[in-house]
């Protein structure tokens, strides 16, 4: 099998894991609106996918074939369960394996995991080293932050482009600055200088506060990332990824279909597996550019799913 990072187009740009967001019908409905060149699944923990609550955490790892290319993301403590969830992601047929060494959630740092792994080499590069055992040919990649309290790019990069990843993404902030301050984009240049300084073929992405193809591409200029991942600005914008159909030009009639759309995949797929209140988090990504629009937002978030059709469908119509 080809790896994936490779066969990417330069530059290439990302929808970036989002836990509660990204998931199969999330995906499938940013297909419809304009497809990334690769997607993520939310992260997943290795250690609950051999606990007993497997079930409900191996359902993140849900997807249809038209998602693809996909890289499952990965967390956890224990590296002998990074290597059985290697295996896994093989057998599943995902296109590559992401590990998260970035997520600043103070319950998930406080068990020592994502990013709290810049401050535990030598677990990090355990870690890696039993999924690379467990990936086979599988590409590698690494999702992290430039540092904990404070930037550490060259530090904690550096040892990162050591472990031969396929790529590395790279959100501009530390984890103690969460995201209260605009991602520091010079930080992510410098590692893409290091790279080459390294000679390593790692790639870098870029990620951080970027809204549209066109602000990405111009990060591309001033950085020389090799892609671009973008998280949020999906949620202002579903078409984001389509390069001739930008979300200011979608009609009133199209988001309302589209939001119809989403609902109906999120409740016929998920049923009551999720909390509706997950799906109203998505309302505003659709209901928003036109008069009225901030009403029948309001309007909506009073109303179960169905509810919710009904009224979208009358207006529709
Ligand atoms: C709701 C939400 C959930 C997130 N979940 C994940 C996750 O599961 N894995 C991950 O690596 N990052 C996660 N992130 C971080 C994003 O992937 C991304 O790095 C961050 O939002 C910065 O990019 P942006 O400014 O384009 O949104 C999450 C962010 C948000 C807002």
Redesign the pocket.
Known sequence: MQNIWQLLPRPFFVL???????DTVFRQIVVSCGKPDLF?????NVDGLFSAGRDMVIKRFDFSKKELPLVA?I?GIYPENYFKAAKLIVSMGFSGI?I?M??PERKVVKMGA?SALMNNKSLAKEIIQATKAGAGNLPLSI?T?IGLAEIQTENWIGFLLEQDLDAI?I?G?TVKEM?EVP?HWDEIGKAVSLRNSMQKKTLIVG?????SRKEASEKVETTSVDGV??????FHDPWLFNTKHFGDLVSKEEKITKLIEHISLFTSYWGDKKRHAILK?FYKCYINGFSGASELRSELMLKTPLEAVATLRAIAQ
Not at 16 to 22: C, G, I, K, S
Not at 40 to 44: A, I, R, V
Not at 229 to 234: A, E, T
Request: charged letters at 25%.
């Open positions: 970036a894991p989002m836990e509660d967001v990204t993520l699944t939310e992260f997943t993301q967390w992401d998260n970035g997520c994502c999702k932050r993404t959100h902030r995201s991602a990620n951080g506060d970027i809204l991942m973008i998280g949020r600005g999906i988090k």
